[in-house]
């Protein structure tokens, strides 16, 4: 069974532009979370959608936004970036329910310079 | 604010030894709480998870603990190996939130030395 998808795994951007990033879930997971983590600050929450709906935004500026396609596959997108938002971004998909687990993809590295 | 809180950055332990990592929360919603290992340039893997309705669960070397009362939990590896070398997450659910929208700590860097 494959597991969550992230394309692209790295990428480098100056200030000022934008960046799309992409996330296949597992197959039959209809929920997928965006994290970002950055050095010592963990996992924040960015967003999560379900069913084309995002039902969860974490605290980030609107220059952060998402999408979540039919197919369940999950678009973030950031504009006029900033070095700050140099980070691992997570893409994690869920089967609906209150336990379980979240997995994980291996994240897009981006870097703003 | 940070609402799970893993206040040791590093620990270091003997390959054999036990590992105890510990995790702090200040919010009384959570009710399901996760711990997650990430090694470098891959995504956080699941190790085990326990409900606020229990106060122990135990999955191979990996034993979970949790006190409500202290809003604390721990993670416990019996015996500690070489390949547990990693950054361990503690992340918590909200009670009628989903699974998606976890709220992690920092991050435990942890060692285990031959």
């Known amino acids: 069974k494959a597991g969550v998808t992230q394309t692209p795994r790295y990428l480098i951007k100056t200030r000022g532009q934008q960046v799309t990033l992409s996330c296949s879930p597992i197959?039959?997971?209809?929920?997928v979370s965006w994290y970002q983590q950055t050095p010592g600050q963990g996992l924040q929450f960015l967003f999560e959608?379900?069913?084309?709906?995002?039902?969860n935004k974490g605290n980030f500026p609107g220059r952060f936004s998402g999408r979540q396609f039919s197919n369940s596959r999950s678009e973030m997108n950031v504009s006029t970036l900033e070095l700050g938002d140099s980070a691992l971004y997570l893409c994690?998909?869920?089967?609906?329910?209150?336990?379980?687990?979240?997995?994980f993809g291996e994240g897009s590295r981006l870097t703003v310079l | 604010d940070q609402q799970v809180k893993q206040n040791s950055p590093s620990l270091s332990v003997q390959e054999g030894r036990i590992s105890i990592l510990n995790c702090d929360y200040t919010?009384?919603?959570?009710?399901?709480f996760l711990w997650y290992k990430k090694y470098p340039a891959e995504g956080p893997t699941f190790l085990i998870s326990?409900?606020?309705?229990?106060d122990k669960n135990e999955d191979g070397r990996f034993t979970v603990f949790l006190n409500k009362s202290a809003k604390h939990l721990s993670l416990h590896i019996v015996p500690s190996q070489p390949g547990d070398s990693a950054v361990y997450f503690c992340?918590?659910?909200?009670?009628?939130?989903?699974?998606?929208?976890?709220?992690f700590g920092r991050g435990t860097q942890l060692t285990v030395w031959p």
């Open positions: 994690a998909s869920n089967r609906e329910g209150a336990s379980g687990e979240l997995f």
């Open positions: 197959s039959g997971h209809r929920s």
């Open positions: 959608y379900f069913s084309e709906t995002q039902r």
């Open positions: 919010n009384s919603m959570f009710d399901y």
């Open positions: 326990i409900s606020s309705i229990k």
């Open positions: 992340a918590a659910k909200e009670r009628g939130s989903t699974l998606g929208r976890l709220y």
